[in-house]
Nanobody, 120 residues
Framework: QVQLVESGGGLVQAGESLRLSCAAS????????MAWYRQAPGNQRELVAD???????EYADFVKGRFTISRDNVKNILVLQMNTLQPEDTAVYYC??????????????WGQGTQVTVSS
Protein backbone atom coordinates (compact mmCIF):
# COMPACT_ATOMS: atom_id res chain seq x y z
CA GLN A 1 0.00 0.00 0.00
CA VAL A 2 0.92 3.61 -0.49
CA GLN A 3 0.26 6.39 2.00
CA LEU A 4 0.00 10.03 1.03
CA VAL A 5 0.32 12.57 3.84
CA GLU A 6 -0.31 16.26 3.18
CA SER A 7 0.95 19.15 5.29
CA GLY A 8 1.24 22.91 5.11
CA GLY A 9 -2.37 24.03 5.16
CA GLY A 10 -3.60 26.82 7.39
CA LEU A 11 -5.30 30.19 7.69
CA VAL A 12 -3.90 33.14 5.75
CA GLN A 13 -5.10 36.52 4.55
CA ALA A 14 -5.85 37.35 0.94
CA GLY A 15 -2.67 38.02 -1.01
CA GLU A 16 -0.49 35.81 1.17
CA SER A 17 1.19 32.51 0.30
CA LEU A 18 1.17 28.91 1.48
CA ARG A 19 3.26 25.90 0.57
CA LEU A 20 1.63 22.46 0.63
CA SER A 21 3.63 19.26 0.73
CA CYS A 22 2.64 15.65 0.17
CA ALA A 23 4.90 12.79 1.19
CA ALA A 24 4.33 9.40 -0.41
CA SER A 25 5.51 6.29 1.43
CA UNK A 26 5.18 2.54 1.14
CA UNK A 27 6.66 -0.13 -1.09
CA UNK A 28 6.78 2.25 -4.01
CA UNK A 29 8.40 1.18 -7.24
CA UNK A 30 7.41 4.22 -9.24
CA UNK A 31 4.95 7.10 -9.29
CA UNK A 32 3.71 8.39 -12.62
CA UNK A 33 1.18 11.18 -12.29
CA MET A 34 0.86 13.23 -9.10
CA ALA A 35 -1.75 15.91 -8.61
CA TRP A 36 -3.42 18.35 -6.25
CA TYR A 37 -7.20 18.54 -6.09
CA ARG A 38 -9.38 20.71 -3.92
CA GLN A 39 -12.92 20.63 -2.63
CA ALA A 40 -14.79 23.58 -1.19
CA PRO A 41 -17.99 23.10 0.88
CA GLY A 42 -20.91 22.30 -1.40
CA ASN A 43 -18.68 21.90 -4.44
CA GLN A 44 -17.31 18.92 -6.29
CA ARG A 45 -13.66 18.03 -6.01
CA GLU A 46 -11.70 19.74 -8.77
CA LEU A 47 -8.24 19.40 -10.25
CA VAL A 48 -5.83 22.18 -9.31
CA ALA A 49 -2.63 21.00 -11.01
CA ASP A 50 -0.82 17.83 -11.98
CA UNK A 51 2.69 16.74 -12.86
CA UNK A 52 4.00 13.57 -14.44
CA UNK A 53 7.30 11.90 -13.64
CA UNK A 54 9.00 13.57 -16.61
CA UNK A 55 8.11 16.99 -15.24
CA UNK A 56 5.32 18.10 -17.54
CA UNK A 57 2.77 20.15 -15.65
CA GLU A 58 -0.79 21.30 -16.20
CA TYR A 59 -2.81 23.83 -14.24
CA ALA A 60 -6.44 24.73 -13.88
CA ASP A 61 -7.16 28.14 -15.35
CA PHE A 62 -8.12 29.55 -11.97
CA VAL A 63 -4.58 29.04 -10.58
CA LYS A 64 -2.39 29.75 -13.60
CA GLY A 65 0.28 32.28 -12.75
CA ARG A 66 -0.32 31.95 -9.00
CA PHE A 67 0.36 28.31 -8.10
CA THR A 68 3.37 26.15 -8.95
CA ILE A 69 3.45 22.37 -8.69
CA SER A 70 6.72 20.48 -8.33
CA ARG A 71 7.96 17.08 -7.21
CA ASP A 72 11.02 15.30 -5.93
CA ASN A 73 11.11 11.93 -7.67
CA VAL A 74 13.78 10.57 -5.34
CA LYS A 75 12.04 11.44 -2.08
CA ASN A 76 8.52 11.01 -3.54
CA ILE A 77 7.42 14.43 -2.37
CA LEU A 78 4.88 16.63 -4.13
CA VAL A 79 4.76 20.37 -3.48
CA LEU A 80 2.24 23.07 -4.30
CA GLN A 81 3.45 26.64 -3.90
CA MET A 82 0.41 28.91 -3.68
CA ASN A 83 0.88 32.65 -4.07
CA THR A 84 -1.55 35.54 -4.10
CA LEU A 85 -4.20 33.45 -2.39
CA GLN A 86 -7.79 34.60 -2.62
CA PRO A 87 -10.84 33.74 -0.48
CA GLU A 88 -12.18 31.58 -3.32
CA ASP A 89 -9.12 29.35 -2.88
CA THR A 90 -10.51 28.23 0.46
CA ALA A 91 -10.94 24.46 0.33
CA VAL A 92 -9.59 21.14 1.48
CA TYR A 93 -6.61 20.30 -0.71
CA TYR A 94 -5.94 16.66 -1.54
CA CYS A 95 -2.84 14.94 -2.85
CA UNK A 96 -3.37 12.26 -5.49
CA UNK A 97 -0.94 9.83 -7.05
CA UNK A 98 -0.78 6.94 -9.50
CA UNK A 99 1.74 4.67 -7.83
CA UNK A 100 3.06 1.19 -8.51
CA UNK A 101 4.22 -1.03 -5.67
CA UNK A 102 6.15 -4.28 -5.59
CA UNK A 103 2.93 -6.23 -4.99
CA UNK A 104 0.36 -4.37 -7.09
CA UNK A 105 0.03 -2.72 -10.43
CA UNK A 106 -0.47 0.99 -10.78
CA UNK A 107 -3.17 2.17 -8.38
CA UNK A 108 -4.62 5.58 -7.67
CA UNK A 109 -4.23 6.87 -4.11
CA TRP A 110 -5.58 9.85 -2.15
CA GLY A 111 -4.28 11.68 0.87
CA GLN A 112 -6.50 12.70 3.77
CA GLY A 113 -6.53 16.36 2.80
CA THR A 114 -5.31 19.60 4.35
CA GLN A 115 -7.48 22.65 4.99
CA VAL A 116 -6.59 25.96 3.38
CA THR A 117 -8.58 28.97 4.52
CA VAL A 118 -8.09 32.43 3.04
CA SER A 119 -9.70 35.40 4.77
CA SER A 120 -10.55 38.63 3.00
Amino acid sequence: QVQLVESGGGLVQAGESLRLSCAASGNIVSIDRMAWYRQAPGNQRELVADIISGGRTEYADFVKGRFTISRDNVKNILVLQMNTLQPEDTAVYYCNADARTRSTGTTNYWGQGTQVTVSS
